[in-house]
């Protein structure tokens, strides 16, 4: 028995909703963390989707950002927001519990601020978000259940993670102090479910819309599943979906998921 946890930045939902559904059908998550949904909670095409069998939570936003969890299971809690700035009004962190067999499973849906321009408050406002980040993984891990963050992270955390690094050095997804934010996440003792599988360069989670990436395979890996030692442990497969960028108008971001050997209730 297994359990296939994914994320995907959409990039809105309801322009996507057509390849969400197919690629829901395709491969079988049980459990779907969204980023960029773009539309507010009412707005969400919830119907759709519980006809596959999901359980829906949104926290949304309109126009801008948005997260939601789709999940097979029933969801025994559910909170919006992460926490540690009360100013904050972006709908970026959505958690939610599901029971197994043997105790819970809980994920953590993220979408982090991108940061550009550097010189701008969006860079210092991109590093914050990551320190809150880490608190909450601190205080997370202390209990000492599976745990997965998952989401777009708009961090390319190595030089094998862009297929041209020296015209990133400067850019917030790939700046010395990003990456190691994000280091200090994996110090922590979370585990890049990818980087558990294969160190093999050239794995890519989003190619951008302009000048051909996708066909020159100019791709960036930003979308990320950080799991704690109780959910790495039960780490069986890892994979990423790019063929879904060449379906038509598609999202500048593919799946990624893991299966992990868990028993469902």
Known sequence: MSIRVATWNVNSVRQRIDLLLTWLRE?????????????????????????????????????????ALLSKFRFDETKSGLAGDDEDAHARFLEGVVTLKRGVLRIAC?????????GSDKYPYKLKWMSRLLEYSKERLKTEEPLILAGD?????????????????????????????????????????????????????????????WQKNQGLRIDHLLMSPQASDRLANVGIDSYVRGWEKPSDHVPVWADLDLEAV
């Open 27 to 67: 491969c079988q998550p049980d459990i779907v963390c969204l980023q960029e949904i773009k539309c507010v909670d009412e707005a969400f095409p919830r119907l759709e989707i519980e006809a596959l069998g999901y359980n829906v939570v949104t926290h949304g936003q309109k126009t801008f950002n948005g997260v």
């Open 153 to 213: 992270f708009n961090v390319i955390p190595a030089a094998r993670d862009v297929y041209n690094p020296a015209a990133w050095t400067e850019d917030a997804l790939f700046k010395a102090e990003t990456r190691e934010s994000f280091q200090s996440l994996l110090g922590l003792g979370l585990t890049d479910a990818l980087r558990a599988v294969t160190d093999e360069s050239g794995l890519y989670t989003f190619w951008d819309y302009q000048a051909g990436a």
């Open 110 to 118: 993220l979408y982090l601020p991108n940061g550009n321009p550097v």
